[in-house]
């Protein structure tokens, strides 16, 4: 009976193991199939506007082709219809300018503003803090109409300054919330270390603490940057001419005529301009997550 | 005597670096405040003042009217339908949003080869500008050449859709039209675009903020939970949610502003069409107080997003407070 029991016993286990055996690869076929499943529906269309974008007019609009890959070879058609015939070119570098302004000002505000709250233990600080990231939420369609007023009335409608002006209030509050984070890593003993070794508390700053957070200006930088390009109502509100819009308006904008729609340079245009972002957006991601969620911890 | 002195001398001293400290303190925080004050508090303000008057473009200076534009508002049939879309809009997105952005941080969790590359490609519409992508699901909607009906036809979806739909219900005949579904030109179905794309855009976030929260559960309490018999389902719900709810209530709260003050993909997608049948309240708002410039009415439409706003407020100034105790 007993010798019996033993003899069985590795049986029984071998019978275990390749039952959880078994059980793991069904999960693992089961993962991959749920992450094959997101991908198709986050990617597809992204896929279908890569394809678009470099597909020509005859393979697009042919009803019997293939739609999923190229049926004629690829062209660079629309891109170049986009640099010659349109005011893309403008767009973009309208885009470049706001977005670097934006990131100036943002700087200058959300930076000595996290060290204030990150660092300076002020009466109502933590009140402050939280009242700024409360800003983040005052969505742009509560404002937009108001704004509207106040832009015509400094009378920089119609003008890229007016999206200057306003991004900041998009960008400040939550680079300032990073900022905070950011400043409360960098321990204060090396800041008064280098204050009782002589230095002003500015050259403290200056030589110690910025050196130190420089990830996460990099980072504000970055999402001044994203946080910017997101935008589309206050574009869509404050500007109607042509030559004054950013590349997010200018392209749902002005590459629809009346009914007709160029799908081909719509695309790529698309495309051109939102890779990047997505690309950068990815870089800073963890800075990103960590920023929304530490309102819900500490 | 002397020694008295010096240290009151010290103390006085310290109070006057600390009182520095705090002006300084302040300095650096006034433009970040200034600037909010300018163009995010004022303008607020500005925006009930406008809901409370009557002010146009053309008519700036109108005078208090009390609540009539409100009035005004509620006898407007398509104000009232554009609450109720964005009320349907909102709930059935976010419960859509809820679930998919769950079942995909729990597999986001798990480690598997090319994890990073997975979540680059799951988090493309979220890092994408909307305004950039909606133009692609508008392509993808297209009357005629819409490729979502290109593959209903090639996989059959539509002929098996002819055997079942006469069972399911009589409408079934509004998505057979001979180029397929008019995706963009039934109220209904339009809807459940406007619908999919906010998903679409949103499940990428829900899921990243909850993966957040999972990863700091510590694996160690949900394995004893494990060897207790507790269900993966049991674990979820009395352990794993508890414990990282502030991070879920923060997840919920973003997502639900992302969407009823959503303006982008209905405006570029449907324009509020056919027929007002997508129309919701940022869309209407920006109709009446910018293109027919009746910034009173429009100002007033604006503020019924305000409720939620109102509940962000509070939970977040309960977090304070718990955060001082």
């Not at chain 1, 904008?253 to 890779?275: H, K, N, P, Q, S």
Request: proline residues 5%; hydrophobic residues 55%.
């Amino acid at each position: 009976m007993a010798t019996r029991t033993l003899l069985r016993a590795p049986a029984h286990a071998a019978r275990t193991h390749a039952r959880l055996n078994r059980r793991k690869i069904t999960n693992r076929t089961l993962l991959y199939l749920g992450v094959a499943v997101y991908i198709i529906i986050a990617v597809f269309p992204i896929y279908w506007m890569v394809l678009t974008a470099f597909k020509s007019n005859a393979d697009l609009y042919n009803p019997r082709n293939f739609r999923l890959w190229f049926n004629l070879a690829p062209t660079f058609t629309h891109v170049a219809y986009l640099f010659q015939k349109t005011n893309f070119a403008t767009w973009l570098v309208n885009t470049y300018i706001i977005s670097f302004f934006t990131v100036i000002v943002t700087l200058l505000a959300a930076v000595p503003a996290g060290y204030a709250l990150g660092r300076m233990r002020l009466p109502g600080g933590d009140t402050l803090a939280i009242a700024i990231f409360l800003t983040y939420l005052v969505p742009s369609s509560l404002l937009f109409i108001p704004l509207s007023r106040i832009v015509t009335s400094l009378h920089l409608q119609n003008s890229i300054w007016a999206l200057v002006l306003v991004y900041p209030t998009i960008t400040i509050p939550f680079c300032t919330w990073l900022m905070m984070g950011f400043f409360k890593t960098v321990p204060l003993e090396l800041e008064e270390a280098a204050e009782i070794d002589g230095c002003t508390r500015f050259q403290a700053v200056r030589h110690v603490v910025l050196p130190l957070s420089r990830a996460g200006i990099l980072s504000v930088m970055m999402f001044a940057f994203t946080l910017a390009m997101q935008d589309f109502i206050y574009a869509l509100t404050f500007v109607t001419s042509s030559k004054a819009k950013p590349v997010t308006l200018g392209v749902v904008t002005d590459l629809i005529r009346g009914d007709i729609f160029y799908w081909g340079e719509l695309m790529a245009g698309a495309l051109i301009v939102g890779l990047p972002v997505a690309i950068l957006y990815n870089l800073f991601l963890d800075d990103f997550i960590s920023g929304i969620t530490s309102g819900a911890f500490k | 005597m002397a020694v008295a002195t010096a240290s009151r001398r010290s103390v006085s001293l310290a109070q006057a670096r600390t009182r520095r400290t705090r002006f300084v303190g302040y300095l650096l925080l006034a433009p970040a405040l200034l600037y909010i004050l300018a163009l995010v508090a004022i303008p607020f303000f500005l925006a009930l003042s406008y809901s409370v008057r009557d002010v146009s473009v053309t008519n700036l200076s109108g005078g208090f009217v009390g609540l009539k534009n409100f009035s005004a508002l509620f006898s407007d049939p398509t104000f009232r339908e554009s609450l109720r879309n964005t009320v349907i809009y909102t709930i059935v997105s976010i419960v859509i949003n809820a679930v998919l952005g769950t079942l995909l941080a729990f597999i986001l969790l798990e480690n598997f080869r090319g994890r990073r590359v997975v979540r680059f490609l799951i988090l493309l519409p979220w890092t994408i500008p909307i305004a950039l992508t909606i133009l692609s699901w508008k392509w993808m909607f297209d009357s005629q050449y819409s490729v979502l009906n290109w593959l209903g036809l090639k996989l059959h979806l539509y002929a098996l859709l002819d055997v079942i739909g006469p069972h399911l219900s009589h409408s079934y005949i509004l998505l057979n039209t001979p180029q397929g579904v008019q995706w963009l030109g039934r109220g209904a179905i339009a809807m459940g675009g406007v619908i999919a794309v906010n998903v679409w855009r949103n499940f990428p976030f829900s899921a990243i903020i909850l993966l957040a929260g999972l990863t700091s559960v510590p694996p160690e309490i949900i394995d004893a939970a494990r060897i207790d018999g507790a269900s993966p389902w049991t674990r979820y719900t009395k352990i794993i949610v508890p414990m990282i709810a502030p991070i879920l209530v923060i997840g919920l709260l973003f997502s639900i502003i992302f969407t009823v003050t959503d303006l982008t993909i209905v405006y570029l997608l449907t324009q509020g069409g056919p027929a007002n049948a997508t129309n919701v309240l940022s869309v209407y708002a920006f109709q009446v107080g910018i293109n027919s410039g009746n910034l009173s009415q429009g100002a007033a439409t604006t503020l019924f997003l305000t409720p939620v706003l109102l509940l962000l407020a509070l939970f977040f100034l309960r977090q304070l407070r718990h955060r001082e105790v």
